[in-house]
C-alpha cells in the first residue's frame, strides 16, 4: 500500500476523532444548558417561593390590617349607632319638651288672654262706677242747689242772676249758641262756660226755648247713646216731658243717637256726628240779697254749682 493510499485510510478516523469531540462538545453544552435551566428553574422557584412567602406575609398583614380596620369600623358603627340612638331619644325628648312648652305657652297665652279681659271689664266697671258716681254727685249736688234757690226764694231772694249773655226763666239761666258744631263738640262748648247741653221738663220751658232758639234747629241734651230707645238727658233724669215731631224718633238709617230741637221746638233724633249750627246751654241762676233784712236767708252763699263737677274721664 502506498504512501497516499494509507494517507487516505487514516483521514476518516481523525473525522471520527472530531466527531466525538463535538459530540461531548455539543453534550457538555447540553449539560451545561440544562444546568444553566435547571438553574434558572431553580432560581425563579426560589424567587417565586419568596415572592410568594411575601405576599402571603403581605396578605396577612393585610387581613389583619383589615381585620382590625373592619373591628374598628364595627365598633365606630356601634358607637354610632348608639350616639343616634342616643341623638333620637334627645330629639325625641326635645320634641316632648317642645310640645309640653307649647300646651304650657297656650295655657299661660289664655290665662294672660282672660287676665286682660279681667282686667280691662275690672277697668270698664271702674270707670262706669266712677262715672255714675259722679252722675250721682253731680245730680245730687244740683238737688242741693235747687233746695238752697227754693229756700233763699221763700225768705224773700231774687234767684235770676245769670252771667253775661246767658237768658234768665224760671230760676235757669240759658245759652243759645251759634256756630256749626257736633252734639259731642256742642256738649264741650257748653262745659268750657260752665253750662251743659239743655234738658226740657216742662211745656213753658219749651215754650220759652223756642221762642228764643235758632230757627234752623240746635242741638239739646237728649240722647239715647247708651241704650237704642233709652232716652235720658245730660243731667240723669228721665224724660218726663216729650215734644217729638210726629213719626220721630224713628232712629232712621240706624244711628240717629243724638236729639235736636227743630226750629218748630219738637223734637228729632239725628246721627250725633250731623253738623248743626247752633245749641243750646243750661245752668242755675244765681241768688241776689233778699227784698228786705227781715227776710234774709241763711248766712253764706249758695253751695258749688252741680255743673262745675269735672265729668269722669
Known sequence: MNPQSQEFVELPRKRCCGRGTQLVLLGLVTVVLWAGLLTLLLLWHWDTLQNLKQLEETTARNVSQVSKDSERHQSDQMAQKSQAAQILQTVEELRAEQKRMKSQDSELSWNLDGLHEYLSNLKSQSLNERRRASDSLERLQEEVAKLWIELRVSNGSLCNTCPEKWVNFQQKCYYFGEGIKRWLHAQYACSDIEGRLVSIHSPEEQDFLTKHANRRGSW????????????????????????????????????????????????????????????????????GPPATSASAGPPGGPPAHPLHVPPAP
Do not use: K
Open 220 to 287: 239739646i241734651g237728649l240722647h239715647d247713646v247708651d241704650a237704642e230707645g233709652e232716652f235720658i238727658w245730660m243731667d240723669g233724669s228721665a224724660v218726663d216731658y216729650s215734644n217729638w215731631h210726629p213719626g220721630e224718633p224713628n232712629n232712621h238709617g240706624q244711628g240717629e243717637d243724638c236729639v235736636m230741637m227743630q226750629g218748630s221746638g219738637q223734637w228729632n233724633d239725628a246721627f250725633c256726628r250731623s253738623e248743626l249750627g247752633a245749641w243750646v246751654c243750661e245752668r242755675l241762676a244765681t241768688c
